[in-house]
C-alpha cells in the first residue's frame, strides 16, 4: 500500500484517517493512510522523514499550516494566495510541494452539495485569521456580487481586502467590525474560531434574512453555538462544515491518486459514527 498521513499537534481529535480510510475502501485505491503528531519545534524534521521512508503524501493541520507553506519548494497557485498549505505531496522532480484544498473543499460543499449560488450572491465573511484566508480565493473566483470581511481586529480584515483585491474581479470586497453590517447577505460564512472560547461574534440580528444561507466552517455533533444563534434570529438554512472538511479531504485523495471519491456517503457515514 501507498503511505499517506495527517500531520498536526495535536493530532487524535483528526477525522482525516477515517475520511480517506473510507475513501480508499470507496475507489479500491491501494492508500494507508495514518496520523503523526509532529513535535511543535520540528515539523520539518517530521516531513523530511516521511518522505525519506517512501511516503506518498501528508496532510497538514492545526499549527502546521503556515509551515508546511514555507517548507516547501513548490506551490501551486491556489496554495500561494492562501499563505497556507493542507496538502504536501513530491511533484516529478521529487520537489515538495504544497498545496491548499480547503477553498475548494467548502465552495463544492456549498455548491455541489447544498445547492447554493455563489456567483453573485452578496457574501459576509466573519474573521480573517488563516481559515478565512485559505478560502477567499477559490469563494471569489466563484463571481460573488460582494464579499464583506468583518473581524474583530479591523486591521486584519483590511489587510486581507488589500491582497485579494488583485483576485476579485468585478465583486466588491470590503472590510469592517462585526456590528457594522445591518442588512441581510444572501450566505454568512463563519470562520472565526469564536465559539471554542463559547463566544459569539457581536452581529446584527438584521444581517439574517428570510433567505440567508448561513455557513459555520466549525462542525460538532450538536448544531454549532454559532449556526444556533443564526437559528434563533429565524435563519431558514444552516449549515456546518463536515462537508467541507470532507470535500477538502476528497481534493487531496484527487491531487494524490488522480481518482475522485464521492463524498457524500462519506458525510453520512461521519455522521453516524
Ligand atoms: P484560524 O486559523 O482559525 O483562522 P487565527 O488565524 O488565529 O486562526 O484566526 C482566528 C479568527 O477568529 C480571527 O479572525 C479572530 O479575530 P481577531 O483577528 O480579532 O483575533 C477570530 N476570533 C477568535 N476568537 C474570537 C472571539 N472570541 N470573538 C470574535 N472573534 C474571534
Known amino acids: 500500500n501507498d503511505l499517506y498521513a495527517v500531520v498536526g499537534n495535536p493530532i487524535s481529535h483528526s477525522k482525516s484517517p477515517r475520511i480517506h480510510s473510507l475513501f480508499a475502501r470507496e475507489t479500491g485505491e491501494p492508500v494507508e493512510y495514518t496520523a503523526i503528531q509532529a513535535p511543535l519545534e520540528d515539523f520539518a524534521g517530521t516531513v523530511t522523514q516521511f518522505f525519506e521512508r517512501g511516503g506518498k503524501g501528508l496532510n497538514v493541520t492545526?499549527?502546521?499550516?503556515?509551515?508546511a507553506w514555507n517548507l516547501a519548494k513548490r506551490r501551486t497557485e491556489r496554495a500561494e494566495k492562501a499563505g497556507a498549505a493542507n496538502t504536501l505531496f513530491l511533484d516529478e522532480q521529487g520537489l515538495l510541494t504544497a498545496d491548499n484544498t480547503?477553498?475548494?473543499?467548502i465552495v463544492r460543499d456549498l455548491?455541489?452539495?447544498?445547492?447554493?449560488?455563489?456567483?453573485?450572491?452578496?457574501?459576509?465573511v466573519l474573521g480573517a485569521g488563516g481559515a478565512v484566508r485559505g478560502v477567499l480565493g477559490p469563494i471569489?473566483?466563484?463571481g460573488p456580487a460582494s464579499v464583506?470581511?468583518?473581524?474583530?481586529?479591523?486591521a486584519r480584515a483590511e489587510a486581507l481586502v488589500s491582497l485579494f483585491a488583485p483576485v476579485a474581479g468585478a465583486a466588491r470586497l470590503?472590510?469592517?467590525g462585526f456590528e457594522q453590517p445591518t442588512e441581510p447577505f444572501d450566505l454568512i460564512?463563519?470562520?472565526?474560531?469564536?465559539?471554542?472560547?463559547?463566544?459569539l461574534p457581536p452581529l446584527s440580528p438584521r444581517v439574517i434574512g428570510e433567505r440567508t444561507v448561513v455557513y459555520d466552517m466549525m462542525y460538532s455533533l450538536q448544531t454549532t453555538t454559532f449556526n444556533q444563534w443564526a437559528l434563533e434570529q429565524g435563519a431558514q438554512i444552516v449549515h456546518d462544515g463536515l462537508g467541507m472538511l470532507v470535500e477538502q479531504a476528497?481534493?487531496?485523495?484527487?491531487?494524490w491518486r488522480g481518482v475522485s471519491p464521492a463524498t457524500l456517503p462519506v458525510v453520512e457515514q461521519l455522521r453516524n459514527d
Do not use: M, W, Y
Open 62 to 67: 492545526v499549527p502546521f499550516k503556515e509551515e
Open 102 to 105: 480547503d477553498g475548494c473543499g
Open 111 to 124: 455548491v455541489d452539495n447544498h445547492g447554493v449560488t455563489l456567483a453573485g450572491a452578496r457574501i459576509l
Open 140 to 142: 471569489l473566483a466563484e
Open 148 to 154: 464583506t470581511i468583518a473581524n474583530r481586529t479591523l
Open 174 to 176: 470590503d472590510a469592517c
Open 189 to 199: 460564512i463563519n470562520g472565526t474560531s469564536a465559539s471554542l472560547q463559547g463566544d
Open 250 to 255: 476528497a481534493e487531496s485523495f484527487r491531487i
